[in-house]
């Protein structure tokens, strides 16, 4: 139904006015006959009058005070002013059913933790869960294989984190537990996530001198799956080429050594930028480095000649490269520890590695090595590209509990084959660029999921009874939040309508009485 507001507003306002000037004409006519009380009882009846047709606010809220029962969640709130709420409060979802309200709660202490891990890691990346507590105690995290194996372990005070390198690409559910120093459990659960395989890099290379560091990185490459188009200046006239085995659709690396790119022309060099801004990474290793004056003028990189034989210690021991930048921070370059330094490139990024001879490491220890050049490349931000992207639940998929699946990219019905369910995608206000569906899984496990354009996927659905400790800090970061949202009052405060009752009585009382003195 549709309510002009403005009509409204403008019909009260006439009504006002006619009465009040029906008032003062009676009024007046009464006044000319000297008839001095009549003429009061018309006032007082034409005052009451009109304040009973204004819409009169006064201070205040007008309703009652709620108390939420989190096991009953109200699906409304009319004629409700306030909340009440005592322990961790309702989850994100139930939140986002009710309208702001003013929240009276306190927060418990204690009694929560918050699981921090990946729902996907391609196969090769380490797996990584952080477990973040309230309790500061001594306690030692262990990551458990579903046949009780112990695959990693930590002990701290604060918050505990574990790493573990997964064999397969499979769907995997492994088990955490945290115990204390007496080595009772404090929480245990399911750990799920999926191990995929990784989409092969495509890397273009392009080298002024043969080098053992560039055989290395060749060979891990190449062990990794990627597809390589390597060039080498092994001369004057000499260069050595590898062709990638499959076609290159769209290269994602672009690698190159200092000596290439200080001999390039300007025109190449000009060119090589104009891919690098159009979105292509570029890794420039600068062991070879010999000419700051180029790098100053082109990429705005300030070097410093380093004295002979300084090296870093960790991750892996290095010898740092002849030239490095003047500081950690140079100018729109950011550095790390590992000896990177990176910078934005309109839509690209362009790193340098300031370090060399790692291929030193290459027999000792490949897979510190490995695990060193995937941060190496995460830090120039290698990353795949999908039109298609499914999103990470608000909340902790629990059964029998309502779940928001959002994903970007995706249109038409999600098909959920376990439940023989098709839901159609919805738009959202608050994920302009994603589309939603709500479900209820029934049961716990891993629950399938289709699209028509992102494909297949799979969503673990935890038991009520799983991670309690998680679930309590879920609902109160949940609670907190809309606590928060709720605050928001208007500028004059809240108010309520005045009650219209006495008006009327009091307009009823004049006319009557002036009913009754006509009639003496």
């Known amino acids: 139904m549709n309510v002009n507001w403005a009509g409204t507003a403008m019909n009260q306002q006439w009504l006002i006015a006619a009465i009040l000037v029906a008032g003062i004409v009676s009024a007046g006519l009464y006044l000319r006959r000297r008839q001095w009380p009549d003429a009061l009882l018309i006032i007082v009846a034409a005052a009451s009058l ?74 090769g990346r380490q797996f990584t869960l952080t477990v973040k507590r309230d309790d500061k105690t001594d306690a030692r995290l262990q990551l458990l294989a579903e046949n009780g194996q112990q695959l990693a372990e930590a002990r701290g005070t604060g918050d505990l984190r574990v790493d573990w390198m997964p064999p397969v690409a499979e769907r995997v559910v492994l088990k955490a537990q945290l115990l204390d120093a007496k080595d009772k459990v404090i929480a245990e659960g399911p750990v799920p996530f999926i191990v995929h395989e990784p989409a092969p890099l ?43 085995r499959t076609e ?54 300030p070097l410093r000649a380093q004295p002979l034989g300084a090296k870093i210690d960790a991750p892996l021991e290095m010898p740092v490269a002849s030239l490095l930048p003047a500081s950690r921070d140079a100018g729109p370059w950011r550095g790390t520890d590992n000896m990177v330094w990176t910078r934005d490139w309109q839509q690209g990024r362009i790193a340098w590695l300031g370090v060399t001879e790692w291929h030193r490491h290459a027999i000792a220890e490949p897979r510190a090595l490995a695990l060193w050049w995937q941060g190496v490349l995460d830090r120039v931000g290698v990353e795949e590209r999908h039109k298609t992207e499914w999103l990470v639940p608000t909340d902790m998929p629990l059964a029998g509990q309502r779940l928001e699946l959002c994903a970007r990219g995706v249109s038409g019905q999600l098909t959920l084959p376990d439940l023989k ?53 879920e609902r109160r970061d949940a609670t907190a939040h ?3 949202r709720s605050q928001a009052q208007p500028a004059n405060g809240p108010t309520r309508p005045t009650p219209s009752w006495p008006f009327a009585l009091v307009f009823a009382a004049a006319m009557l009485l002036l009913w009754w003195r006509e009639r003496r």
């Open 202 to 244: 495509q890397v273009v290379g392009r080298f002024g001198a043969p080098s053992f560091d560039l055989r290395a990185l060749n060979d891990l490459l190449t062990a990794s799956g990627a597809l390589l188009d390597w060039q080498v200046t092994l001369g004057r006239a000499i260069t050595r080429t590898e062709a990638p």
């Open 50 to 123: 009109g304040l009973f047709a204004l819409d009169l606010r006064m201070p205040g809220e007008g309703g009652r005070t709620l108390a939420i029962d989190p096991a009953a969640p109200p699906s409304s709130l009319e004629g409700v002013n306030s909340l009440t709420l005592k322990g961790d409060g309702l989850r994100a979802a139930e939140w986002n059913d009710l309208p702001a309200r003013p929240l009276a709660w306190e927060a418990p202490r204690g009694g929560a933790l918050r699981l921090e891990f990946p729902g996907q890691v391609a196969l």
């Open 421 to 473: 369910q098709s839901l159609n995608w919805q738009r959202r206000a608050d994920r302009a660029d994603a589309s939603c569906a709500a479900l209820w899984p029934q049961k716990a496990g891993w629950l399938q999921l289709q699209d028509q354009n992102a494909g297949p996927h799979a969503l673990y659905v935890y038991a009520t009874n799983d991670w309690p400790e998680w679930q309590a800090a």
């Open 482 to 484: 809309y606590a928060a």
């Open 248 to 301: 290159m659709a769209s290269p994602n690396l672009m690698v190159i050594d200092a000596a290439r790119f200080e001999r390039m022309a300007a025109g190449e060099r000009s060119a090589l930028l104009d891919r690098v801004a159009k979105g292509m990474p570029l890794l420039v290793l600068g062991g070879n480095a010999n000419d700051p004056g180029v790098w100053s003028r082109t990429l705005q990189l």
